[in-house]
């Protein structure tokens, strides 16, 4: 192998895993993750699932390997020791305490824009322990419409930032993403955004799909187009093939030293 990668960082749904596909995450994807551990590289599951969530579905899909860091929410990082998932701690805390800072600055603007939203739209606006403001879309029209709204709020408030997956959407921290989560793992494995791998397929995964934590980034076919357009961008790769198996061929082109895909996209496909 020509290149060294020393974590691999992938979303889950949609990317390393497809509910309706058996297996659901291919074999040739963990036998390829799983060598790469056994010669010391650190495998990430980066994810907008919460932990509780994303450890029923590893046990449902029946893996051969576990990952060793999971990172939850987009933002709250958690090692893997034995069988079970440790937080953290000091990550954690600043996490918590920089969006609780940021959502109470915020609190008295919620009201006054859920209810403009409630009578323009028919989305579903709701509460959660990890958002004040979270969103269900009817539809991706209706999600790109409101994500404008709300878009233009945030570059009223300073480290306000919406995340979004498909038709799903809740506020956050700018500070706190897919990206810098990742940044943390490679700090404190003290390793280089070199020698780190990241793919994913939606809107929450842009922040890690990025040279500065990623300098190899892949995406499968089903990626949607921004995602395809930034990872192109960096000179990344994209799969012809869709969710785990365009994983693969990702880290097979970049172990086996190739450079970017040369091809046209057609992003809409």
Not at 18 to 47: K, M, Y
Not at 180 to 197: H, K, M, N, Y
């Amino acid at each position: 192998m020509s290149l060294e990668i020393r974590i691999v960082s992938t979303d889950f749904d949609g990317t390393l895993y497809a509910e309706f596909e058996t297996p659901p995450v291919p074999h040739d994807l963990q036998s390829l993750i799983g060598q790469l551990q056994r010669s010391g590289t650190c495998w990430v599951i980066n994810t907008g699932r919460e932990l509780d969530s994303l450890v029923d579905m590893l046990e449902r899909a029946r893996l051969t390997i576990q990952p060793d860091y999971v990172v939850a929410v987009e933002r709250e990082i958690f090692q893997r020791q034995d069988r079970r998932f440790v937080g953290l701690e000091e990550w954690n805390r600043n996490c918590r305490q920089a969006h609780e800072c940021l959502f109470e600055r915020v609190s008295t603007d919620l009201p006054r824009i859920i209810d403009w939203l409630n009578t323009q739209y028919t989305a579903t606006i709701y509460a959660d322990a990890y958002s004040p403001f979270c969103l269900l879309a009817r539809n991706n029209d209706e999600a790109d419409a409101i994500q404008e709204y709300l878009d233009a709020y945030c570059r009223l408030v300073p480290k306000l930032t919406l995340v979004r997956n498909d038709v799903y959407a809740r506020l956050s921290h700018a500070d706190y993403n897919k990206g810098t989560a990742l940044a943390e793992i490679t700090r404190q494995l003290g390793a280089s955004p070199d020698t780190v791998f990241a793919a994913g397929d939606q809107f929450n995964d842009l922040p890690m799909l990025s040279i500065q934590y990623a300098r190899c980034l892949a995406a499968p076919a089903n990626a949607i187009p921004a995602v395809k357009a930034a990872v192109l961008r960096q000179q990344g790769y994209i799969s012809d093939q869709p969710w785990g198996h365009g994983v693969a061929r990702g880290l097979e082109h970049f172990l086996a030293g190739s450079r970017a895909v040369s091809y046209r996209l057609d992003y809409n496909r």
